[in-house]
T-cell receptor
Framework: GIQVEQSPPDLILQEGANSTLRCNFS?????LQWFHQNPWGQLINLFYIPSGTKQNGRLSATTVATERYSLLYISSSQTTDSGVYFCAVDKGGGADGLTFGKGTHLIIQP | DTGVSQDPRHKITKRGQNVTFRCDPI?????LYWYRQTLGQGPEFLTYFQNEAQLEKSRLLSDRFSAERPKGSFSTLEIQRTEQGDSAMYLC?????????FGEGSRLTVL
């Protein structure tokens, strides 16, 4: 099956800093999503971005499908940004759903 | 529409008991997925429904697990004869062919 690798696995930053999270995948994909998992375990949708660039407030994401990677940018970090960020991909057809990476655990210190 | 709803949010049971989780997807979504997440890992795919048809099952879904989606609406995931290794967060998601949306999850603890 498709492999998804996220880096870094852990990241500790001071409030106000910027960060870049990376997601590499091993095959072509029809769907790529970024999620933030909150402390209660719910996966919050950040971006649906199989290709191109999107921005939502302090967050933005870029997927370069031909090179099989995606980047999530967080600017001016806040303590509420802390948590685990997951990248997930789908090859298409919907049958297997999304394959998730192991996540990046982000801690923003005040 | 309030999104994907899961019930119960938490379940504590003794080894050997049966448990059932319910998922109500977003109303216009025809695809429904079940995932399992253990501590420190990303969610892992268990099974997928398109309308009422169960089209795919992961090898993670042992014969103690069964899922249904009668009439293509809500879905249930039943675990029979629970084992301590079944302790995990069970997540449901729905979609209409594109972006998946997840519920809040059902956390299972098997004692």
């Amino acid at each position: 099956g498709i492999q998804v690798e996220q880096s870094p696995p852990d990241l500790i930053l001071q409030e106000g800093a910027n960060s870049t999270l990376r997601c590499n995948f091993s095959d072509s994909v029809n769907n790529l999503q970024w999620f933030h998992q909150n402390p209660w375990g719910q996966l919050i949708n950040l971006f649906y971005i199989p290709s191109g660039t999107k921005q939502n407030g302090r967050l933005s994401a870029t997927t370069v499908a031909t090179e099989r990677y995606s980047l999530l940018y967080i600017s001016s970090s806040q303590t509420t940004d802390s948590g685990v960020y997951f990248c997930a991909v789908d090859k298409g057809g919907g049958a297997d759903g999304l394959t998730f990476g192991k996540g990046t655990h982000l801690i923003i210190q005040p | 529409d309030t999104g994907v709803s899961q019930d119960p949010r938490h379940k504590i049971t003794k080894r050997g008991q049966n448990v059932t989780f319910r998922c109500d997807p977003i109303s216009e979504h025809n695809r429904l997925y079940w995932y399992r997440q253990t501590l420190g890992q990303g969610p892992e795919f268990l099974t997928y429904f398109q309308n009422e048809a169960q089209l795919e099952k992961s090898r993670l879904l042992s014969d103690r697990f069964s899922a249904e989606r009668p009439k293509g609406s809500f879905s249930t995931l039943e675990i029979q004869r629970t084992e301590q290794g079944d302790s995990a967060m069970y997540l449901c998601a729905s979609s209409y062919g594109g972006e998946l949306f997840f519920g809040e999850g059902s956390r299972l603890t098997v004692l």
